[in-house]
């Protein structure tokens, strides 16, 4: 059964329940092999540090490794407790997809620890499965088409209308979601986000602009969607 944990037979030492050296071997080894893939999964289609690709494949290896080594013996487990505790982590915040990889490692690791090897293959496998479907055929994937537009008028120009009738003709949406004075407050700053009627004519809308704003600063650019939450 996939739910039969590898640690079912176990040797009894002393009054706690030892799990077989051979055993926790082979999940050690197992939990490398998924460690392997969870990091596979997390390079494809992602830009990403080699340092943590490195360190996805370790870390279900280690868990696997405390876990064993805990199982049974809540001694140890409140040694080991304590040890963790007196380590403190810093780290960038990371992306959604770096969260996940961090999870799915750590389970991989918990669950081969438990014994349940097949059944941690199952899960990182489906998981994978899964995740890979989703970035083959796209899922979630934003349109290209919107921008963030900023644009630098003189306080001279009077910006609620002067630029509707260029962003009516290349524009599909637009909204205008602030606006920063600067340089002591001779200038203004306009943030909008559109979306384009036709990408291809971006430079004709930006000439556009910039007869109206008097050559001055303007950037359009993908919105910047560099911190996701979960």
Known sequence: MITDGIFTSLLLHDGYIVPRAGMIGICIGAALIMGV????LYMYRNSYNRGFAVALVLLPMVVCAVVAVVNGNIGIGIAIGGAFGLVRFRSAPGTARDILAIFLAMAAGLICGSGYVLLGACVVLAVCLIGWL??????????????ELRITVPESLDYTDSFNDVFRQYLAACELEKVKTTNMGSLYKLYYRVTLKDPKKEKEMLDAIRV???????????????????
């Open 37 to 40: 893939v969870v990091s596979l």
């Open 212 to 230: 109206r704003n008097g050559n001055l600063e303007i950037v359009c650019g993908l919105i910047d969607t560099s911190k996701p939450e979960l």
């Open 134 to 147: 989703l970035l083959k055929f796209g899922f979630g994937k934003r349109d290209m088409k919107e921008r």
